[in-house]
């Protein structure tokens, strides 16, 4: 008797790379602010106004996955719009943000990325595969357990350090959820540890920037989705970084499959510049 057949490993980065190819099409079509401004009246599952390129984006994703599923895949969504979605269950986690940096897509700046973490456990320590597409710069961010990191296929330095200046202080460090009233509540402490900043507008793209060493760290200013995060953390952190959740007992301990925000995160190219930055208070 023959045994039944095991379906083969998702090809997670190739449907990946074809969603890439669907968002491009989709911003192809909406080439103008005024017209990636239109929402469709919805309000997605994170609690924000859909926009007409947020609803197109996660759906050309999303065929990505009905492909993978109808080919055999089995795990559960995760995604900006909308919500949980149920493949057939187990222990695999597909968590998707089709756009992070919005706002900056419809108003025609960069930067802004396509995000997505496959997980085989609920929290941010179990992501094993992690990729990131940066439209503005086309930059292609991948990271796999164990494995390390590449951008643009070629591989992350491990070894690269961070920068400080003579009086000890981080060179350059990211800021996201850039709200004033929590930059002037978190000024004071950057003001001790930081010596210039960098307001990208996307998360995963900053966390992105410490894993190739262009910024010396990056802390969010609030708590923030698993959505906007799950995959750049991994990036990080097999580029040879660190990332702590700083509102979790365990710094890799965030949920995945939450859609509010759980924590802020802080990231760095060495411990001692996440301790220094977990210091910082947020909105």
């Not at 859609?259 to 977990?278: C, D, W």
Request: net charge negative; glycine share 10%; with cysteine.
């Amino acid at each position: 008797m023959t045994a039944p057949s095991t379906p083969p490993d998702p090809d997670w980065l190739g449907a990946c790379r074809a969603a890439v190819a669907g968002l491009r099409e989709v911003f192809a079509e909406h080439p103008t602010s005024r017209e990636r401004v239109i929402e469709t009246g919805e309000t997605g599952e994170g609690g924000d106004q859909t926009l007409v390129i947020d609803q197109q984006a996660e759906d050309a994703v999303f065929a990505q996955l009905d492909a993978l599923h109808a080919a055999g895949a089995r795990f559960t969504a995760i995604s900006e719009e909308r919500g949980v979605i149920d493949y057939g269950g187990g222990d695999v986690r597909v968590v998707i943000d089709p756009l992070d940096g919005s706002l900056n897509a419809k108003r025609g700046m960069t930067h802004f990325a396509l995000s997505i973490a496959v997980a085989d456990g609920p929290t941010m320590a179990d992501v094993h595969f992690a990729f990131v597409y940066d439209f503005g710069p086309r930059e292609e961010w991948v990271a796999r357990r164990g494995a390390g990191a590449t951008l643009n296929g070629a591989p992350l330095d491990r070894a690269a350090g961070e920068r400080r200046t003579g009086d000890g202080k981080l060179e350059l460090v990211g800021i996201e959820s850039a709200d004033p009233r929590w930059v002037l509540k978190s000024g004071e402490a950057l003001v001790e540890t930081t010596h210039r900043l960098r307001a990208l507008g996307t998360i995963a793209s900053t966390l992105c920037q410490v894993a190739a060493a262009r910024l010396d760290g990056m802390v969010t200013l609030r708590r923030c989705r698993a959505v906007d995060v799950a995959a750049a953390q991994l990036i990080v952190r097999e580029a040879g970084g660190v990332v702590a959740f700083t509102a979790c007992a365990d710094p890799l301990g965030a949920p995945l499959d939450v859609m509010e925000p759980v924590s802020p995160v802080v990231a760095g190219r060495s411990g001692a510049a996440v301790v220094e930055l977990a210091r910082v208070p947020r909105g």
